[in-house]
């Protein structure tokens, strides 16, 4: 039987340095990259094989296409990371409707199913990592569907952990993380203007593999993050948004 990786959003961010990086984890004899450009997952070249799955996730018919292939190879899957997932910083009004609904189904429909359809394919020792963030312990206004789809990442990853006997979950909360994310999540007129630090990706992927040997529920990296999700989950919410406004220059009610 095949023993496999399988890794959402493999192609950029965060789920490429996992990638390029997976021997700390561990070996297998293939990696499912998945993403929804072929031509960047072919290019990308790891110590073990790469097989390009070019799936847009946003797609209810690619779970099927996904669903088919484990069926017909059969793998073992012993490791899965859904790094998959989008945001928009702007006001919710302001925000195409296919663009918060798509927030919806890339981070957190997606990740449903991807858990879904894996785990029965997974043995006892496998890992699952799920991508969520630091804005999943607090309220943030113009961050709203993104900050609430990470919610949704953590809270269900942190569950289904507790069903799992055998089988470990984990959910990474990264604080900002220099990647190509902000391409698409800031637009013209940016209405977040101030970043209190910008963590690499690579001490972000590193610290999570540790996390993830010590069997951990929740990785956070950085002082500042540990000390800002610390104080969000005892600060009223009404005053966390509006010292996340203020800090930005926007206008609270």
């Known amino acids: 039987m095949k023993n496999i990786a399988v890794i959402t959003g493999a192609s950029s961010g965060m789920g490429k340095e996992f990638l390029l990086t997976l021997k700390e984890y561990g070996s297998f004899d293939e990696v499912w990259a998945i993403a929804r450009r072929k031509d960047r997952l072919e290019e990308l070249s790891t110590s073990c094989p790469v097989r390009p799955v070019a799936l847009d996730l946003t797609d209810a018919s690619s779970f099927r296409t996904y669903e088919d292939l484990l069926k017909e190879e059969k793998p073992r899957v012993g490791l899965l990371i859904n790094a998959s997932g989008f945001g928009k910083f702007e006001a919710v009004m302001d925000t195409p409707l ?23 394919y997974m043995t006892p020792g496998s890992h699952i990592i799920n991508i969520a963030s630091a804005s999943a312990f607090q309220p943030v206004p113009y961050i709203d569907i993104y900050g609430a789809t990470k919610a949704f990442i953590l809270s269900y990853s942190r569950a289904l952990n507790r069903e799992l006997k055998d089988i470990h979950v984990m959910a990474l909360c990264p604080f900002w993380v220099k990647t190509d994310f902000f391409d698409r999540a800031v637009g013209e007129n940016p209405v977040v203007k101030k970043y209190i630090v910008m963590y690499k990706p690579e001490d972000i992927v590193e610290k999570a593999w540790k996390d993830l040997k010590k069997q951990k529920d929740v990785s956070i990296y950085g002082l500042v993050a540990k000390g800002q999700i610390f104080l969000v989950k005892h600060l009223p919410h009404g005053f966390v948004m509006k010292t996340w406004m203020k800090q930005q220059g926007m206008q609270a009610k």
């Not at 296919?98 to 894996?118: F, H, R």
């Open 98 to 120: 296919a663009d918060n609904l798509g927030m919806i189904d890339l981070n957190c429909k997606a990740v449903a199913a991807m858990c879904q359809l894996t785990i029965p």
